[in-house]
């Protein structure tokens, strides 16, 4: 049912956690329902220096989280910014057809707290 890239990154995530002082957070799901995701960057000289998550959900939301997180750092905002869920289930190896829309919520939640930053940069201009 899963690729094995899939069971990798759920037996295994990769930058699990928060980042303190996080310069952009960004939120996505219902936690009493289902899938919810966090994610948290930093950002320096223009490019995600790192990128962490928390995620309640189902193993295809902590593989594509995890992978997402790998995927973007060292991108610049403008290349994050253009990530897609279909990119991040890509880079899985695919996802089954009824697991895309409910954990496949990174890149939204990635794009949320790009926003975050930014906005927080434009108030301290």
């Known amino acids: 049912m899963y690729a094995e890239k899939v069971i ?3 037996l295994n ?6 980042i303190p002082e996080a310069d952009g957070v960004g939120t996505l799901g219902d936690p009493s329902c289902g899938d919810y995701l966090r994610i948290y960057i930093k950002v320096r000289d223009g490019r995600l220096d790192d990128v962490k998550f928390e995620v309640f959900g189902c193993p295809a939301a902590i593989a594509t989280s995890s992978i997402l997180t790998e995927m973007v750092k060292g991108k610049t905002l403008e290349e994050a910014l253009q990530v897609t869920d279909q990119d991040v289930a890509a880079e899985l190896g695919g996802l089954p057809e009824w697991k895309l829309h409910c954990s496949n919520l990174g890149a939204e939640a990635l794009h949320q707290a790009i926003r975050d930053y930014l906005f927080q940069a434009s108030q301290h201009r």
């Open 8 to 10: 990798d990154h759920f």
């Open 13 to 18: 995530p990769r930058n699990v956690g928060c």
